[in-house]
T-cell receptor, first 112, second 111 residues
Framework: ETGVTQSPTHLIKTRGQQVTLRCSSQSGHNTVSWYQQALGQGPQFIFQYYREEENGRGNFPPRFSGLQFPNYSSELNVNALELDDSALYLC???????????FGQGTRLTVV | GDSVTQMEGPVTLSEEAFLTINCTYTATGYPSLFWYVQYPGEGLQLLLKATKADDKGSNKGFEATYRKETTSFHLEKGSVQVSDSAVYFCALRGGNEKLTFGTGTRLTIIP
């Protein structure tokens, strides 16, 4: 059974660009949540997808958007990147919205 | 809204010392409480959890008890090892189903 995998592991983007981060959920999981972890801080909830529908959103602007596919993998898209978007982006999958979340290793995004 | 406050770090202890990392929370209703651990270069791993008042979560020698009267969920371990060096996050899941995390406590164990 494979765990949660995220790609890429690291990337560098320029301010104003757009980025897409990807997450493959653990087998049998239908729920994916995304978190932003700034350096030295705890993860902050961005949004959750359950069976391809957005199922809750944190305090992030609309330029943060997402998608969940029929195989329950997910994408996080960020438009008009700002320097403060530099962070570790974590994906977590679970077998339901309130079930135990299993985290991937994250994508380290640096905006210059 | 929901919030978690945990002990500021970093914390440095000698091997075999007793560990306590304090965590208090603010939430409406009856949240579930968690401790996650993050080893260098890795994602978060669930260490233990408790879903109702007076529950005790335990794993790998770590324990935490859900105290509703003091809104606390302090993490303890009787004898720490070098391999316990990591960042520890207290978290809660409230009625909105999202996880709310504290800022993390970096723990370093010296041989």
């Amino acid at each position: 059974e494979t765990g949660v995998t995220q790609s890429p592991t690291h990337l560098i983007k320029t301010r104003g660009q757009q980025v897409t981060l990807r997450c493959s959920s653990q087998s049998g999981h239908n729920t994916v949540s995304w978190y932003q972890q700034a350096l030295g801080q705890g993860p902050q909830f961005i949004f959750q997808y359950y069976r391809e529908e957005e199922n809750g959103r944190g305090n992030f602007p609309p330029r943060f958007s997402g998608l969940q596919f029929p195989n329950y993998s997910s994408e996080l898209n960020v438009n008009a990147l700002e320097l403060d978007d530099s962070a570790l982006y974590l994906c977590a999958s679970s077998s339901g919205p309130r079930d135990e979340a299993f985290f991937g290793q994250g994508t380290r995004l640096t905006v210059v | 809204g929901d919030s978690v406050t945990q002990m500021e770090g970093p914390v440095t202890l000698s091997e075999e010392a007793f560990l306590t990392i304090n965590c208090t929370y603010t939430a409406t209703g009856y949240p579930s409480l968690f401790w996650y651990v993050q080893y260098p270069g890795e994602g978060l791993q669930l260490l233990l959890k408790a879903t109702k008042a007076d529950d005790k979560g335990s794993n790998k020698g770590f324990e935490a008890t859900y105290r509703k009267e003091t809104t606390s969920f302090h993490l303890e371990k009787g004898s720490v090892q070098v391999s316990d060096s990591a960042v520890y996050f207290c978290a809660l899941r409230g009625g909105n189903e999202k996880l709310t995390f504290g800022t993390g406590t970096r723990l370093t164990i010296i041989p």
